[in-house]
């Protein structure tokens, strides 16, 4: 059950099986590399954009698709989840967060990603400057943002659970 999404070895290709490690359960194991090789899966950040000043929510969308959706990246190896909130905002929006919040996490099984939702506050909303990744943005009252995210989404899961705890 556990080799279901990693049946061979990252390192020498060779076929995986299930081993006892202590404290651990089963756990994959090459035998070619005398290794256990824990499942492996990348980690993003998903960002909740508020401006300061007025709590309204940032919507953006992206790759010619058009529903509204969170900002969001990959957290590089090696940095913390909080920093590439900070970096990914900057990146994407021109804009600085002056505090982060987290939120809560999901498995983003379609892309194998666990993904890591922060609420982040900005001081600057009115220098926003997007990059080529955003078409599209807008900011949202709170109750507009629930109305026009894409809906079954996961964003919109984060963003409604968010709401849901944090009435206007
Ligand atoms: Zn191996």
Same mark, same amino acid.
């Given at each position: 059950m556990i080799l279901k999404d990693q049946a061979f070895c990252p390192a020498c290709g060779s076929a995986l099986v299930e081993r006892t490690l202590e404290g651990e359960g089963m756990v994959p194991y090459c035998g070619q590399c005398a290794a256990f090789r824990f499942p492996q899966y990348n980690v993003a950040v998903s960002m909740i954009v508020r /401006?300061?000043?007025?709590?309204d929510i940032l919507l953006i969308q992206q790759y010619g698709r058009p529903f509204y959706i969170l900002v969001a990246g990959y957290v590089n190896r090696g940095e913390q989840a909080e920093h590439a909130v900070a970096r990914e905002i900057r990146e994407e929006t021109g804009m600085t967060v002056t505090r982060a919040r987290f939120n809560r996490t999901r498995f983003f099984e379609p892309s194998n990603t666990l993904m890591i939702n922060f609420t982040a506050y900005v001081s /600057?909303?009115?220098?926003i400057d997007t990059n080529a990744e955003i078409d599209r943005y807008r900011w949202f009252s709170p109750d507009e943002a629930r109305k026009n995210?894409?809906?079954?989404?996961l964003a919109a899961e984060f963003l409604n659970a968010y709401l849901d705890e944090n009435p206007a």
């Open positions: /401006d300061e000043a007025s709590g /600057d909303a009115a220098g995210i894409k809906p079954g989404s």
